[in-house]
Structures are given as structure tokens and as C-alpha cells.
């Protein structure tokens, strides 16, 4: 019996979907946070994993990175109510098999689940992947791509922040991670945010983090992309989409290398790399 591990923070939707999925034959264990999923996935148990974006500690986007990293053989399938495009290609990029948006279509779903398993289960795609192995980074041979790399090269190993100008698809998260990855922070986390997905209402808490009760909804603690980069690299995509009054808030994190939680009064030292990245038209709009 395959095994599925669903993060969903909505104990009757998460109850509804792991009925239906028992019913077809799957075992299911269900869990509410990114923190209490952790152990789950590092135990080796889950097959499959079906997550919620939007989690009260964090979100499905660091489960499916943690995942595709750690433990590359378990397949991912997102789960949110938000259709945004971007998030979809994001995730896609990652490594996440499909992304479904709520309300679910029981059979949309179970087909999605059979599908991934059947990829598992399948030699000639395992062969395939292992005789073929698709890199993470192209690099490029002509004169243009060759100064690229130096650039990397000369910037990587320090802790300057890197804005990063193109155009959409060109490449820009790529080009962070190259950066990353030739730095000295290459062990610690590399967390990728796309700022234009994130609305002016809960750009804040999602960026720093919240205490429980701090505001209606909030009822446990977050932490905050900030804080769960610590130590590593933050990309901020699409920087230049954000709302003035966050950017300030961006620019003071930055400066006084600080956050403080939404409803605290604590602050929390930061040892982070900031990468940010926009397309040059933002400037001139």
C-alpha cells in the first residue's frame, strides 16, 4: 500500500482528502506545519507528498524545496488556493510533479496520484534519468555567457548583495542559485520568494514571520522567510513588485541586518545574503 504524507493546516479539508484517498487503496498520514513534516520526510516513510502552499509556519514551497533536496525519489504535489501562475512554475521548476488548486476535483486528484506513482514505478524512467541526468545550470559558451560566469565568479564568494535585472524567464532564479552554490553559504538554505505573489496584506508576516495572536487568524507562531534563511542565501524575485511600505521595511532589514516578528517586541539578528532580482522595465514604468 502506497504511502501518502498530506500537509494540510485545514483539519476537515485534510480529513476529507485522506478518506478518499484510504478509500482508493493509499495509507495516509496527515500533519498540520512544515516543522512537525520534517521528521516525517526525514524518517523515509512517505512515498508521496501533498502539500498545502499556505501553512501557519511557512509554506509548501520549503517542503517541496527540503524534499527535491534531501530526497530527491519522493514525489510532490501542491496543493493552494491561489492560481497564480507564478507560484505553478515555480514549483514545476523545483521539482513538484503537478499543482492543483482548491477546490479539488476528487478524480483530478486521484489520477495525479496514480500518475506519480506510476513514474516511480517505472525502471525505464528511473534508466533514463540516471543515464541522463538533467543539470541544474547550463553553462553557456559564448563571449556574453562567459562574462556572466566571471561576474558569478567574482561576486559569489562575498557577502555583497546582488540585484540581478531581465526580463521574465529569462533565468534570473537560476543565476541566483549559480551564485549561491559558488558561495560560502553554499551548505546553509537558499530560499526563493516571489514577491509578486505575495499580497500587501500578508507580504509582512510572510517575509518576517508573526507571534501568535498579533492579529485575527494568526493563532500559532510563523516564522518568517527571513528567519528561515538564516544563515544562507534569500532571493527576492520580482522585488520591484512589492508595496512601497514593504520595500521600506525590506531596507531597514537589510541595513540593520534585524527583524522583528509582527506582535513582538524581540528582535532577531540575521546572518543572510540578499539577492533581489526585477525586470528592468519595473524602473521604467
Same mark, same amino acid.
Given at each position: 500500500?502506497?504511502?501518502?504524507?498530506?500537509?494540510?493546516?485545514?483539519?476537515?479539508?485534510?480529513?476529507?482528502?485522506?478518506?478518499?484517498?484510504?478509500?482508493?487503496?493509499?495509507?495516509?498520514?496527515?500533519?498540520?506545519?512544515?516543522?512537525?513534516?520534517?521528521?516525517?520526510?526525514?524518517?523515509?516513510?512517505?512515498?508521496?507528498?501533498?502539500?498545502?502552499?499556505?501553512?501557519?509556519?511557512?509554506?509548501?514551497?520549503?517542503?517541496?524545496?527540503?524534499?527535491?533536496?534531501?530526497?530527491?525519489?519522493?514525489?510532490?504535489?501542491?496543493?493552494?488556493?491561489?492560481?497564480?501562475?507564478?507560484?505553478?512554475?515555480?514549483?514545476?521548476?523545483?521539482?513538484?510533479?503537478?499543482?492543483?488548486?482548491?477546490?479539488?476535483?476528487?478524480?483530478?486528484?486521484?489520477?495525479?496520484?496514480?500518475?506519480?506513482?506510476?513514474?516511480?514505478?517505472?525502471?525505464?524512467?528511473?534508466?533514463?534519468?540516471?543515464?541522463?541526468?538533467?543539470?541544474?545550470?547550463?553553462?553557456?559558451?559564448?563571449?556574453?555567457?562567459?562574462?556572466?560566469?566571471?561576474?558569478?565568479?567574482?561576486?559569489?564568494?562575498?557577502?555583497?548583495?546582488?540585484?540581478?535585472?531581465?526580463?521574465? $524567464?529569462?533565468?534570473?532564479?537560476?543565476?541566483?542559485?549559480?551564485?549561491?552554490?559558488?558561495?560560502?553559504?553554499?551548505?546553509?538554505?537558499?530560499?526563493?520568494?516571489?514577491?509578486?505573489?505575495?499580497?500587501?496584506?500578508?507580504?509582512?508576516?510572510?517575509?518576517?514571520?508573526?507571534?501568535?495572536?498579533?492579529?485575527? $487568524?494568526?493563532?500559532?507562531?510563523?516564522?518568517?522567510?527571513?528567519?528561515?534563511?538564516?544563515?544562507?542565501?534569500?532571493?527576492?524575485?520580482?522585488?520591484?513588485?512589492?508595496?512601497?511600505?514593504?520595500?521600506?521595511?525590506?531596507?531597514?532589514?537589510?541595513?540593520?541586518?534585524?527583524?522583528?516578528?509582527?506582535?513582538?517586541?524581540?528582535?532577531?539578528?540575521?546572518?543572510?545574503?540578499?539577492?533581489?532580482?526585477?525586470?528592468?522595465?519595473?524602473?521604467?514604468?
Amino acid at each position: 500500500m502506497p504511502n501518502i504524507l498530506l500537509v494540510e493546516d485545514d483539519i476537515t479539508y485534510a480529513r476529507i482528502i485522506q478518506k478518499f484517498l484510504v478509500k482508493n487503496g493509499f495509507e495516509v498520514k496527515t500533519t498540520e506545519k512544515v516543522k512537525t513534516s520534517l521528521p516525517l520526510i526525514k524518517s523515509g516513510w512517505p512515498e508521496l507528498i501533498i502539500t498545502d502552499y499556505r501553512l501557519p509556519d511557512g509554506n509548501g514551497m520549503q517542503i517541496l524545496e527540503f524534499t527535491k533536496k534531501q530526497y530527491p525519489q519522493i514525489g510532490v504535489i501542491l496543493i493552494t488556493n491561489y492560481s497564480d501562475i507564478r507560484i505553478a512554475v515555480r514549483a514545476i521548476k523545483i521539482g513538484a510533479h503537478e499543482y492543483i488548486t482548491k477546490p479539488i476535483n476528487p478524480d483530478e486528484l486521484l489520477a495525479t496520484v496514480k500518475e506519480v506513482f506510476a513514474i516511480q514505478n517505472n525502471p525505464l524512467i528511473e534508466i533514463s534519468l540516471e543515464q541522463n541526468p538533467i543539470p541544474d545550470y547550463i553553462e553557456g559558451s559564448s563571449p556574453d555567457s562567459k562574462q556572466l560566469e566571471e561576474h558569478i565568479d567574482l561576486v559569489a564568494p562575498t557577502d555583497l548583495s546582488v540585484m540581478i535585472l531581465g526580463e521574465t $524567464g529569462t533565468g534570473k532564479e537560476y543565476l541566483a542559485k549559480r551564485i549561491h552554490q559558488k558561495s560560502n553559504r553554499k551548505e546553509k538554505a537558499f530560499v526563493a520568494i516571489d514577491c509578486g505573489a505575495l499580497s500587501s496584506e500578508l507580504a509582512t508576516s510572510e517575509l518576517f514571520g508573526h507571534v501568535k495572536g498579533s492579529f485575527t $487568524g494568526a493563532l500559532e507562531d510563523k516564522t518568517g522567510h527571513f528567519e528561515f534563511a538564516n544563515g544562507g542565501t534569500l532571493f527576492l524575485d520580482e522585488v520591484g513588485n512589492l508595496d512601497y511600505e514593504i520595500q521600506l521595511k525590506l531596507l531597514r532589514a537589510i541595513q540593520e541586518k534585524t527583524i522583528r516578528k509582527i506582535g513582538s517586541n524581540q528582535e532577531i539578528p540575521l546572518d543572510i545574503r540578499i539577492i533581489s532580482a526585477t525586470n528592468p522595465l519595473s524602473y521604467i514604468c
